[in-house]
């Protein structure tokens, strides 16, 4: 049987993932990737504790962390490209030089 102590580590390990992504990567793409991976084992955090709970809040919040992560993803990419097309690199080493 599952239990929620086995979302909660399963979420706990894909947070770790995220976190350990965005602290060594230098790919902006993969880090936007690996804050994606956060924001969902978050998610399945509250999926979770509001099933054990017995409450519908935690979906509800789910449902608006899912809108402000897909914004974020329209908004993150639209950026990535305008700096693509004047750097041509998606290096985060390069985002200091972003005087036009």
């Known amino acids: 049987m599952i239990s929620v102590h086995h979302y909660l580590l399963l979420s706990a390990i894909l947070f770790s993932i995220g976190t350990l992504g965005v602290l060594t990567r230098k790919n ?5 990737m690996c804050i994606e991976v956060m924001l969902n084992s978050v998610n399945l955090t509250f999926i979770a504790l509001s099933k054990h ?3 519908m809040d935690g979906q509800i919040f789910v449902f608006f962390v899912m809108t402000v992560a897909a914004a974020e993803a329209a908004v993150g990419l639209a950026l990535m490209i305008a700096f693509f097309k004047n750097k041509e690199s998606i290096e985060v080493d390069d985002f200091n030089m972003l005087k036009w």
């Open 28 to 32: 902006a793409i993969v880090i936007f």
């Open 53 to 55: 709970v017995g409450n």
